[in-house]
């Protein structure tokens, strides 16, 4: 389980930054598509360090 701690701490950097990125864009202030963006990307990143952790340790297991 620790090896997975990386992946949520950057998933769940990538949904406040999605949320702050929202408000910015609800309320039309500057660089709300930026934040949004880097939210994104931040929570894609995550999501694809976890599936190859998943696949790493499935290889050793075997």
Known sequence: MKRY???IIIL???FI???IGALFKIQHWPYGSLILTIGMLLKVV???YAIILLIVNNKKSS
Do not use: V
Request: proline content about 8%; overall charge neutral.
């Open 12 to 14: 769940l950097i990538g």
């Open 5 to 7: 701690i990386p992946a």
């Open 46 to 48: 995550a999501i694809c």
């Open 17 to 19: 930054f999605t949320i």
